[in-house]
T-cell receptor, first 115, second 117 residues
């Protein structure tokens, strides 16, 4: 079974704080793909990152960084020095190699960044 | 700016109306998707078209009828909807492919916010 859990329903921080959004996944596939999406109030889901299961290298993109740990089945997302524009709902998602058109989304974490 | 365009942005329809949602992409993607999203919930897959053929139907009621006229266009025809069908309808596209470097991400449109009265 494929499943993604985002235990944090809502997080509030003050601007310039660092914040980490947790994502834990379950899959029986040995090859799979993990994604993070951002959904601002406007509604569009914006793709942020894709990570393959065979590549555990962490990634940094500006203020964003991702920590992939297969040992704990986690793919956490950290925003450094948060800004008000980071306020959005963030979804973690999983897809498998053989069922690549099906994306399993977590329930989402709403991030509120206050000035 | 999004590369997947959805129209209309907002739609209000009665339960006896027939309407259509439209989606267009020019990224050369050969997989297109319809998702339904209720407030404070993740997107829920409805249909997938791969190379213009319906490949996944997630047991969606027949009052929703998808159509893929060509590789760039995707429609969702609506008929006799219920108030509980009110939601944000998202179109997405992706490349089709398998392999260690594949599983292309979804690229979403801005969505159509549908209200059924």
């Amino acid at each position: 079974a494929q499943k993604v859990t985002q235990a944090q329903t809502e997080i509030s921080v003050v601007e310039k704080e660092d914040v980490t959004l947790d994502c834990v996944y379950e899959t029986r596939d040995t090859t799979y793909y993990l994604f993070w999406y951002k959904q601002p109030p406007s509604g569009e889901l914006v793709f942020l990152i894709r990570r393959n299961s065979f590549d555990e290298q962490n990634e940094i993109s500006g203020r964003y960084s991702w920590n992939f740990q297969k040992s704990t089945s986690s793919f956490n997302f950290t925003i450094t020095a948060s800004q008000v524009v980071d306020s959005a709902v963030y979804f973690c998602a999983l897809s498998g190699l053989y069922n690549f058109n099906k994306f399993y989304f977590g329930s989402g974490t709403k991030l509120n960044v206050k000035p | 700016d999004t590369e997947v365009t959805q129209t209309p942005k907002h739609l209000v329809m009665g339960m006896t109306n027939k309407k259509s949602l439209k989606c267009e992409q020019h990224m050369g993607h050969r997989a297109m998707y319809w998702y339904k999203q209720k407030a404070k919930k993740p997107p829920e897959l409805m249909f997938v078209y791969s190379y213009e053929k319906l490949s996944i139907n997630e047991s969606v009621p027949s009052r929703f009828s998808p159509e893929c006229p060509n590789s760039s266009l995707l429609n969702l025809h609506l008929h006799a909807l219920q108030p509980e069908d009110s939601a944000l309808y998202l179109c997405a596209s992706s490349q089709v492919g398998r392999g260690r470097s594949s599983n292309s991400p979804l690229h979403f449109g801005n969505g159509t916010r549908l209200t059924v009265t």
